[in-house]
């Protein structure tokens, strides 16, 4: 006999906590402890910012994320899928033997948006888990008489972008989209801004904006900064060696990294973090010279490593350099992507994701192109995945960068705009954006490079 439908809602005690005394706990198959890292990360409240429900009429029967979330314990306590419909439950140290129904979701973007954000809430438990150093059956397996402690993190929510056409950066938040206007706007006037190609932020807050000039000059603002507020540091003079500077990162230490795209400059300049008001500082550590492959440097990025990459717009290339890095450096690149198979066409900017995976930007061809981490020497490696089509919206972008999920943001110099795509599957993706900031009120004018930040 058919069981009857009815909706299942999954509820826990709010008192029970995991202890763990002597290095043990009680089996319970692990939910507990997954409900705990769950509350300590605030997973489940993240996902819920970034789900969008695109159900109508009789579909709306539950809300999308509390599908979600009923989905993802059920499937941790040892659920198999049985039908579109039905989950049927096997027991599980006694947690539960029961069968839960399962809505079945719209077809389209929700049904997609609910796959992705399962297996990303599921890989955050796990991590998070590992990150607390837990073992055992259970998970755990901790110094006695420990309660679970699970940092949450922060999320990457907003976007900063340096605007060439308007002298300005303008800032917004993830989830934007249509004809917004910017969360903050960081203009010329007080701020004195010019020719601004690329901003990065610092762990407190702070905004950096790097100036094609020569000499280059970078411009830091206070996280605090209301439009009109001058700079509260300026890095610009002979001393810097910054000539026609474009491309900038910074490190968890708050050091800038900047690349001169001046062809008889080709080099990389470390700074320390600046100190207020104007200075000339000499760079902590140039990369320049033969040995280094740089040719007309454009963008660049840091992985968790602090490995610099960056995008060779001359020579077609992306070049990876290992630290430690100091004084003047003629160094060959630790690895390099290059040559017919990369599919190259006026590269330009360039992110990682958490896995080490390259995003580079086409302007010629309006792509943007995902590579597997280099390998050591050189490498004429193929894209592992291409964003690319008349779907895309693509026009001569410029900036990349990920977030903590694996989206991207892309901002395009030819129509004044940022999308936004979903990871990319392998292979060819003629992808339409999940997002898209556009329009006249979004202060967007010919869009460099942009960033992500708290």
């Given at each position: ?317 992306v070049t990876e350099f290992t630290p430690p890095f100091s004084g003047s450096m ?125």
């Amino acid at each position: 006999m058919r069981p009857k439908r009815s909706p299942f809602q999954l509820s826990f005690n709010s008192g029970l906590r995991v202890v763990f005394q002597g290095a043990q706990v009680t089996s319970d198959g692990g939910l507990f402890l997954v409900r705990e890292s769950d509350q300590g990360l605030g997973a489940n409240a993240l996902l819920a910012g970034h789900l969008a429900d695109s159900r109508r009429g009789k579909n709306v029967r539950l809300p999308l994320f509390d599908l979600l979330r009923q989905s993802i314990y059920i499937r941790l306590a040892g659920c198999i899928l049985i039908d579109p419909d039905a989950l049927w439950c096997y027991e599980t140290c006694g947690i539960m033997h029961a069968v839960a129904e399962s809505r079945r979701l719209a077809h389209g973007r929700a049904e997609a948006q609910m796959n992705q954000a399962r297996g990303i809430l599921v890989a955050l438990v796990v991590v998070s888990v590992l990150a607390v150093g837990m073992t055992g059956s259970a998970g755990a397996q901790l110094a006695d008489s420990q309660t679970v402690r699970v940092k949450k993190p922060h999320p990457l929510h907003t976007i900063y972008v340096a605007n060439l056409g308007a002298d300005s950066i303008t800032v917004y938040k993830t989830g934007n989209k249509g004809d917004v206007k910017p969360r903050r706007t960081i203009v010329s006037g007080k701020s004195s801004i010019a020719y601004p190609m690329s901003v990065a932020v610092d762990p407190h807050g702070n905004i950096y904006e790097c100036e094609n000039t020569n000499p280059g000059a970078i411009l830091e603002f206070s996280h605090r900064h209301i439009k009109g507020d001058p700079a509260i540091a300026t890095v610009t003079g002979a001393t810097t060696g910054m000539v026609f500077p474009v491309g900038m990162a910074i490190d968890t230490s708050g050091k800038l990294y900047v690349v001169n795209s001046d062809p008889y400059v080709n080099s990389v300049e470390i700074f320390a973090p600046p100190t207020p008001g104007t200075s000339d500082p000499a760079p902590l550590a140039t990369i320049a010279g033969g040995n280094t492959q740089l040719s007309v440097p454009v963008g660049i990025a840091l992985d968790s490593a602090g490995d610099v990459y960056v995008v060779n717009q001359f020579a077609t290339s992306v070049t990876e350099f290992t630290p430690p890095f100091s004084g003047s450096m003629n160094v060959a690149p630790t690895a390099v992507i290059s040559g017919a198979n990369a599919g190259f066409s006026n590269p330009a900017g360039i992110a990682l994701d958490q896995a080490g995976n390259i995003y580079v930007t086409n302007q010629n061809s309006s792509a943007v192109l995902e590579f597997a981490p280099p390998v050591a020497g050189g490498s004429n490696q193929s894209p592992i995945a291409t964003i690319s089509g008349s779907e895309t919206d693509l026009s001569n972008p410029v900036g990349v960068a990920v977030d903590t999920f694996g989206n991207l943001f892309v901002s395009n110099s030819a129509s004044d705009t940022i999308v936004e795509f979903a990871p990319p599957v392998s292979g060819a993706n003629n992808l339409a954006p999940i997002r898209e900031i556009d329009g006249s009120r979004t202060g967007l004018n010919s869009p460099q490079f942009l960033t992500l930040g708290r």
